[in-house]
Nanobody
């Protein structure tokens, strides 16, 4: 089992940047591909980005491609989401998740979830 804790959320103006972190503990972090999801008020949870176990492969939702960067540091058991050029529509609770798959785009493929960190982008 792996425990995940997100941090780094907050309030930022449109056009600004934030970096989210996801700290993992428990079983070997490098055994899991990881992902970021988000859920805005009144909306379903949506895929943001995923990264393979080694970090060599990444995929992004079209809505964040070119603005967000997912990365991981297996030595530190931590995954990151660098968010640049933030827009009000990026406002959501952001969740990190771990999967035993190579990488995954759907929430149902993820086995472990963090509690979420809130990001608010003001216009």
């Amino acid at each position: 089992q792996v425990q995940l804790v997100e941090s780094g959320g907050g309030l930022v103006q449109a056009g600004g940047s934030l970096r989210l972190s996801c700290a993992a503990s428990g079983r070997t972090f490098s055994s899991y591909a990881m992902g970021w999801f988000r859920q805005a008020p009144g909306k379903e949870r949506e895929f943001v980005a995923t990264i393979s176990r080694s970090g060599a492969i990444t995929y992004y939702a079209d809505s964040v491609k070119g603005r967000f960067t997912i990365s991981r540091d297996n030595a530190k058991n931590t995954m990151y989401l660098q968010m640049n050029s933030l827009k009000p529509e990026d406002t959501a609770v952001y969740y990190c998740a771990a999967t035993s798959s190579s990488y995954a785009y759907t929430a149902s493929e993820y086995n472990y979830w963090g509690q979420g960190t809130r990001v608010t982008v003001s216009s």
